[in-house]
C-alpha cells in the first residue's frame, strides 16, 4: 500500500492493535429493546427490518409493541 509521500506503510498487527480491536468489538451490544408501535404502523415494518439485519450481525432485537409514537417517547425518558 502507498502512503503519504509515495512510501509504502506496513500496517502491523501489534498486541496492543489486536487487545483494541478485540475490546471494541465486545463492547457492542449483541442485545437491543426496541419499542415499535402499532402492529400496522410503520415503526413496526421498521423494528421488523431493523431486526433482519441486525440478525446477520449476530444482534438479537426484543421488539416491544406500544401504543404508537407517545407511548415509545415516554419509554425512552423512562430507561
Keep these: 500500500m502507498i502512503g503519504c509521500a509515495g512510501r509504502r506503510s506496513r500496517w502491523h498487527a501489534s498486541p496492543s492493535r489486536i487487545l483494541g480491536a478485540w475490546l471494541l468489538q465486545r463492547s457492542i451490544p ?32 426484543e421488539e416491544r409493541m406500544t401504543g404508537g ?6 419509554l425512552t425518558w423512562n430507561c
Aim: positive net charge; charged residues 30%.
Design 69 to 74: 409514537a407517545e407511548e415509545n417517547a415516554r
Design 30 to 61: 449483541r442485545h437491543i429493546v426496541l419499542a415499535s408501535g402499532l402492529q400496522d404502523g410503520m415503526y413496526h415494518q421498521y423494528a421488523r427490518r431493523y431486526k433482519e439485519i441486525l440478525a446477520r450481525e449476530r444482534v438479537t432485537v
